[in-house]
């Protein structure tokens, strides 16, 4: 569990370690500097949004909480999401949003790459394969090697390497999504990962089939 305080200062941490990250020349390409970030990517916090999958007019909503290098988070992507997806989702019965959790240079590294495209297809496919993969990514020491692993990844997605340097290089996009997800976590409360927001009533990790009696039990309400 996280109390706010502990956010905080993991999100000092974060931002801190994530420059250090930068500064130290563990970048597969040098092409934009870390003191200047790329002028054409998003530097506007309105850029920042939601990445959603479904119809938006969809009656229920899942919003989760989630950190790439959160493990519990991984098996839920690994082993649950695809059939919330499959049988909610595709049907036109729920929409999915996923909001990340920074608790480490690499999550954030992660998010700055998944939505270097900013669209939601990309968004969700990159992320996929990041949580598929977390255990080969998570085991090695080395920062270089680790990113190695974030670009072979976004390079099977069609990413350019310099589309993927100029994103994770972005100081200014870095800062405003740690204090895009400061804002979310403390209105929604935050605590823990992964979490869930179904049609606004939070709730912790969870089997699919926990999962789908609530969204069961949400679908069977009276349309509003």
């Known amino acids: 569990m996280l109390n706010m305080s502990c956010i905080l200062y993991s999100l000092r941490q974060v931002r801190a370690s994530f420059i250090v990250l930068l500064l130290s020349g563990c970048l597969i390409s040098h092409s934009v500097s870390a003191n200047s970030p790329d002028t054409n990517a998003s530097t506007n916090n309105d850029i920042i949004s939601d990445m959603t999958i479904g119809d938006a007019s969809a009656p229920v909503s899942i919003i989760e909480y989630a950190s790439f290098t959160c493990s519990h988070c991984a098996t839920f992507h690994n082993l649950v999401f695809d059939k919330v997806k499959s049988k909610y989702v595709d049907s036109g019965k729920a929409k999915f949003t996923f909001r990340e959790v920074y608790f480490d240079k690499f999550g954030l590294a992660g998010s700055l790459i998944a939505r270097c495209e900013q669209n939601s297809e990309f968004f969700f496919k ?35 390497e310099e589309t993927f340097s100029s994103c994770l290089n972005n100081n200014i996009n870095a800062d405003q999504l740690l204090n895009w997800y400061q804002t979310n976590a403390e209105r929604d409360e935050i605590k823990s990962t992964p979490a869930f927001l179904i049609n606004g009533k939070k709730y912790s990790n969870m089997s699919f089939e926990a999962m789908a009696e609530i969204i069961e039990s949400e679908l069977a309400k009276p349309a509003r």
């Open 126 to 160: 990159y992320s996929g394969q990041l949580f598929e993969q977390q255990r080969a990514w998570m085991k090695t020491k080395n920062e270089a090697e680790l990113l190695t692993y974030f670009q072979n990844i976004a390079k099977e997605q069609g990413m350019s």
